[in-house]
């Protein structure tokens, strides 16, 4: 299987508090990106890290990517219960366009 | 911009019967479709990818017969499911791609509850 791990499976803070997600794929990547979803609904999309690109930031948001770990992480800065949902990286192989998601992280930010 | 819609955004249907989604990209033109289905509380799994004008190419593991992927526009991809079973419920999602700054960035859609009984 393609699919990619994170961890942690859920995390519930408070509001305030930063959240931090982590995702480790297996294949080399053109670039790996973040979704969020809500409860039995569609994604959206929440940023795009390129494979030559090791930090990026939009926002609240702050996405690493470690290439020799093949691993990535997501930090959401100074949590709100509307982050509460379900977070998921995906990553696009070199040469190909289609996406494989990783097992998500479920996020409860408590007011 | 980017826009995905879905028909129907929910469905109940018995065994045995057929059931058509619809995927439609409203404000640009997608060469790629792609479909996706998720069981609760768990990750997308990528059932086909579709081109438009081509036949879809399917993930292993997913039936081309069970699961007919149509592309016919730039604008439009159903997927039918054929002969439905409960097994077959799940949350369906599409996305479409399009080329921004060189990188293939995929929209997606609301997603299908389909209910089989």
């Known amino acids: 299987s393609q699919q990619g791990e994170e961890d942690p499976q859920a995390l519930s803070i408070q509001e305030g508090e930063n959240a931090t997600m982590n995702c480790s794929y297996k294949t080399s990547i053109n670039n790996l990106q973040w979704y969020r979803q809500n409860s039995g609904r569609g994604l959206v999309h929440l940023i795009l890290?390129?494979?030559?690109?090791r930090e990026k930031h939009s926002g609240r948001l702050r996405v690493t990517l470690d290439t020799s770990k093949k691993s990535s992480s997501l930090l959401i800065t100074a949590s709100r219960a509307a982050d509460t949902a379900s977070y998921f990286c995906a990553t696009a192989k070199t040469g190909a366009n289609n996406l494989f998601f990783g097992t998500g992280t479920r996020l409860t930010v408590i007011p | 911009g980017a826009v995905v819609s879905q028909h129907p955004s929910w469905v109940i249907c018995k065994s045995g019967t057929s059931v058509k989604i619809e995927c439609r990209s409203l404000?640009?033109?997608?060469?790629?479709m792609f479909w996706y289905r998720q069981f609760p509380k768990q990750s997308l799994m990528l059932m086909a990818t579709?081109?438009?004008?081509?036949?879809?190419?399917?993930e292993q593991g997913v039936e081309k017969d069970k699961f007919l992927i149509n592309h016919a526009s730039l604008t439009l991809s159903t997927l039918t499911v054929t002969s439905a079973h409960p097994e077959d419920s799940s949350f369906y999602i599409c996305s479409a791609g399009r080329r921004e700054q060189g990188t293939d960035t995929q929209y997606f859609g609301p997603g299908t509850r389909l209910t089989v009984l």
């Open positions: 890290i390129r494979s030559n690109e």
């Open positions: 579709s081109n438009e004008g081509s036949k879809a190419t399917y």
């Open positions: 404000d640009f033109q997608a060469t790629t």
